[in-house]
């Protein structure tokens, strides 16, 4: 599908319409470095925060790897310093977030939950969400020892025992990190060899705190009001055992936030948007950045690249559709 729109903003905003020439998905580095460049063109962008202003990032306790911050830098403090450069050349951040859109004509028409945004051009930068087990206990006792968060949730096990399930950079850094608060942090993974790179697998195999539990899944979580344990099974013996445990913290990949786009734009065979190298979707005047479209690189630095990108391209697609219509 390939939809080619040549008239400029033909309908006008009616009562309780907001008509703009960018409009912004999302609020992570992608997007937040989108708004940048945009409002560096003087096109006045409005990024729609979503649910989590700075989104995964600003959940980071520090970012070791975004350039010119050879200590590190908070993730919190990373999107407030992404947020203070965009919104310093003119672009106006909502708290609000798309549940609806319309990307069959121009202007795209993006309904919220207060407003309805008239679009000459969108870009979206929605990123990804934990992905979950799918296990008994899960959903019921999330929040109750279960997390997808150490920042956000790590403090609540000062000296307890903690499972964390994944074997990816995710899993290990949040590992790391947790072992400040927790007595003891057992890694379980499905396979007997880690995904994360070398350097992180190095830190945490001399991490006195950290113990691998080898070709072994969880298969229910158990506890009344609050985890007390879960169940393990050994993926090449088959074997089950119950492990007691305060608190179990899921790091196994993400799942793009795409739903919203279902038959109207080109996505891969997991939900990730399809862009080409210039960051354009199927339809002439999105463009997409960042983790919803990456399932490759997913990194600060990347996505933010990918945003500038796309704004960089919004603002020569709408002075093509310009000089058309003169
Ligand atoms: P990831 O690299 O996709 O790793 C997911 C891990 O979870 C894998 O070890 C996978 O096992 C495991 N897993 C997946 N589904 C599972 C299931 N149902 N049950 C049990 N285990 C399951 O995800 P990530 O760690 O979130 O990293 C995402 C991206 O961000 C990567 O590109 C990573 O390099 C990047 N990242 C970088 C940094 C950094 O550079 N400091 C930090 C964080 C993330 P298998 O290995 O067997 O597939």
């Given at each position: 599908m390939d939809i080619n729109l040549i008239n400029l903003s033909s309908s006008k905003p009616t009562k309780g319409e907001i008509s703009t020439r960018v409009l912004i998905l999302g609020s992570g580095p992608a997007g937040l470095s989108a708004a940048l460049y945009a409002a560096r063109a003087d096109l006045d962008p409005i990024v729609l925060t979503g649910m989590e202003l700075g989104g995964q990032v600003s959940l980071t306790h520090i970012v070791e790897n975004?350039?010119?911050?050879?200590?590190?830098?908070?993730?919190?403090?990373?999107?407030?310093?992404?947020?203070?450069?965009?919104?310093?050349?003119?672009?106006?951040?909502?708290?609000?977030t798309a549940s609806e859109v319309d990307l069959s004509k121009r202007p795209f028409k993006v309904q919220t939950f207060n407003s309805t945004y008239l679009a000459d051009t969108l870009i979206i930068s929605t990123g990804a969400t934990s992905r979950r087990l799918d296990i008994p206990g899960e959903t019921e006792l999330t929040g109750r020892g279960v997390s997808y968060c150490a920042t956000c949730d790590g403090w609540f096990f000062k000296d307890k025992d903690l499972i964390i399930v994944g074997g990816g950079d995710s899993a290990l850094e949040e590992s790391i990190f947790l072992t400040r608060y927790a007595n003891s942090v057992t890694i379980v993974h499905r396979r007997d060899e880690l995904r994360a790179g070398p350097f992180l697998q190095n830190r945490t195999k001399s991490n006195p705190k950290i113990d691998f539990i080898w070709n072994s899944i969880v298969?229910?979580?158990?506890?009344?009001?609050?985890?007390?344990?879960?169940?393990?099974?050994?993926?090449?013996?088959?074997?089950?055992?119950?492990?007691?445990?305060?608190?179990?913290?899921?790091?196994?990949?993400?799942?793009?936030?795409?739903?919203?786009?279902?038959?109207?734009?080109?996505?891969?065979?997991?939900?990730?948007?399809?862009?080409?190298?210039?960051?354009?979707?199927?339809?002439?005047?999105?463009?997409?950045?960042?983790?919803?479209?990456?399932?490759?690189?997913?990194?600060?630095?990347?996505?933010?690249?990918?945003?500038?990108?796309?704004?960089i391209q919004a603002n020569h697609y709408l002075d093509e559709i310009s000089s058309n219509h003169s």
């Amino acid at each position: 599908m390939d939809i080619n729109l040549i008239n400029l903003s033909s309908s006008k905003p009616t009562k309780g319409e907001i008509s703009t020439r960018v409009l912004i998905l999302g609020s992570g580095p992608a997007g937040l470095s989108a708004a940048l460049y945009a409002a560096r063109a003087d096109l006045d962008p409005i990024v729609l925060t979503g649910m989590e202003l700075g989104g995964q990032v600003s959940l980071t306790h520090i970012v070791e790897n975004y350039p010119g911050f050879p200590e590190g830098v908070g993730g919190n403090e990373l999107v407030e310093l992404f947020q203070k450069q965009a919104e310093r050349f003119g672009t106006k951040l909502e708290f609000d977030t798309a549940s609806e859109v319309d990307l069959s004509k121009r202007p795209f028409k993006v309904q919220t939950f207060n407003s309805t945004y008239l679009a000459d051009t969108l870009i979206i930068s929605t990123g990804a969400t934990s992905r979950r087990l799918d296990i008994p206990g899960e959903t019921e006792l999330t929040g109750r020892g279960v997390s997808y968060c150490a920042t956000c949730d790590g403090w609540f096990f000062k000296d307890k025992d903690l499972i964390i399930v994944g074997g990816g950079d995710s899993a290990l850094e949040e590992s790391i990190f947790l072992t400040r608060y927790a007595n003891s942090v057992t890694i379980v993974h499905r396979r007997d060899e880690l995904r994360a790179g070398p350097f992180l697998q190095n830190r945490t195999k001399s991490n006195p705190k950290i113990d691998f539990i080898w070709n072994s899944i969880v298969t229910e979580i158990l506890g009344e009001e609050a985890v007390e344990s879960v169940r393990l099974q050994d993926v090449v013996t088959k074997e089950e055992r119950i492990y007691p445990i305060d608190g179990i913290f899921i790091f196994i990949g993400h799942i793009p936030n795409t739903q919203l786009f279902k038959d109207q734009l080109d996505m891969d065979e997991l939900g990730y948007l399809k862009v080409d190298h210039l960051m354009k979707t199927n339809v002439a005047g999105v463009f997409a950045a960042g983790e919803v479209a990456d399932s490759h690189f997913r990194q600060v630095i990347t996505s933010a690249g990918m945003g500038a990108a796309a704004a960089i391209q919004a603002n020569h697609y709408l002075d093509e559709i310009s000089s058309n219509h003169s």
